[in-house]
């Protein structure tokens, strides 16, 4: 299950030695919907290893500002705290997988 990600616990995450993955989410969102289960499966496979988390766009505005999220869902990837990679839209597993990949 990913990591529910607000304002308050990013910091932490960010400063962790692992890489990070970031699913910028609503609950209004369709395309976000159809993504969600496989950021879940992502974060089982990839525990310990990657940490994957959820910030959802409407309860957490310094985050989204910070990053310039105009769309969702748009999902962040980062290594030794910098910003690496990002995907905008609904993909498919094997899209994530292979950025994830290229974080380890």
Do not use: H
């Amino acid at each position: 299950m990913a990591l529910q990600v607000t304002d308050t616990t990013f910091e932490t995450l960010l400063n962790d030695n692992k890489p990070l993955v970031l699913d910028f989410w609503a609950e209004w969102c369709g395309p976000c919907r159809m993504v969600a289960p496989i950021i879940d499966e992502l974060a089982t496979e990839y525990e310990g290893r990657v940490n994957i988390g959820k910030v959802d766009v409407d309860e957490n505005d310094d985050i989204v500002s910070r990053y310039g999220i105009r769309n969702i869902p748009t999902i962040l990837f980062f290594k030794d705290k910098e910003l690496v990679d990002k995907l905008v839209g609904a993909s498919n597993k094997a899209n994530f997988v292979e950025k994830i990949e290229k974080l380890l």
